[in-house]
């Protein structure tokens, strides 16, 4: 398996505008996590699915944050309108429930 | 509350020297435990998980229910092992939480 696909693996966008991040769990794999790392707070979960449902979005910053689960394949987070302060990384994750959770490699979001 | 910490934002060593990078958390139930890697740049990869007793590239932790820590280490440090390490506890609902993190770097 390829592992945990994201993508764009990186994007510079510039304030105000539309951010879309893409990610592809490991096949199987029935739960999906967001995380956000930062350098001031570390890795944040920002939005849980499970069986394509949210179960945990409390992580989600405000309502300028989305992410939907269409389907077990795709997942989308969305910021709109970005801010310079949304700049971070963040890492899409899967697994089966209750096991090992595995990381993509991040897409790496710059808000000029 | 649930919650992981992680009292070392930075830990330097020479090459050789014994590691032990400090992990403490706070959980009802009985907790889950993980320690995650990441080089630079990369992705975050499992290194140990605590039901599994495994060693990794030479590192081991053992989950101590009394003193609430999950602490990492290895004998002998190697220049490779500069990392950040991360240590992680498995709520009950399925999600992983993290500590701060603990920068290793390893001097020659």
């Known amino acids: 398996d390829a592992g945990v696909i994201q993508s764009p693996r990186h994007e510079v966008t510039e304030m105000g505008q539309e951010v879309t991040l893409r990610c592809k769990p490991i096949s199987g794999h029935n739960s999906l996590f967001w995380y956000r790392q930062t350098m001031m707070r570390g890795l944040e979960l920002l939005i849980y699915?499970?069986?394509?449902?949210?179960?945990?979005d409390s992580g989600m910053p405000e309502d300028r944050f989305s992410a939907k689960m269409p389907n077990a394949s795709f997942s989308t987070l969305k910021i709109q309108p970005s801010e310079p302060r949304d700049s971070a990384v963040y890492f899409c994750?899967?697994?089966?429930?209750?096991?090992?959770?595995?990381f993509g490699e991040g897409s790496w979001l710059t808000v000029v | 509350a649930q919650r992981v910490t992680q009292p070392e934002k930075l830990l330097s060593v020479f090459k050789g020297a014994p590691v032990e990078l400090k992990c403490n958390y706070s959980?009802?139930?009985?907790?889950?435990l993980f320690w995650y890697v990441q080089y630079s740049r990369q992705r975050l990869q499992l290194l140990l998980r605590h039901i599994s007793r495994e060693s990794i590239k030479g590192f081991t932790a053992d989950l101590n229910k009394g003193e609430t820590s999950f602490h990492l280490k290895k004998p002998f440090a190697q220049e490779e092992d500069s990392a950040m390490y991360y240590c992680a506890l498995l709520r009950s609902q399925g999600n992983l939480i993290f500590g701060k993190g603990t920068k290793l770097s390893v001097k020659p």
């Open positions: 994750a899967s697994a089966l429930t209750g096991n090992t959770i595995y």
């Open positions: 959980y009802s139930g009985s907790p889950e």
């Open positions: 699915f499970n069986n394509n449902v949210p179960i945990d």
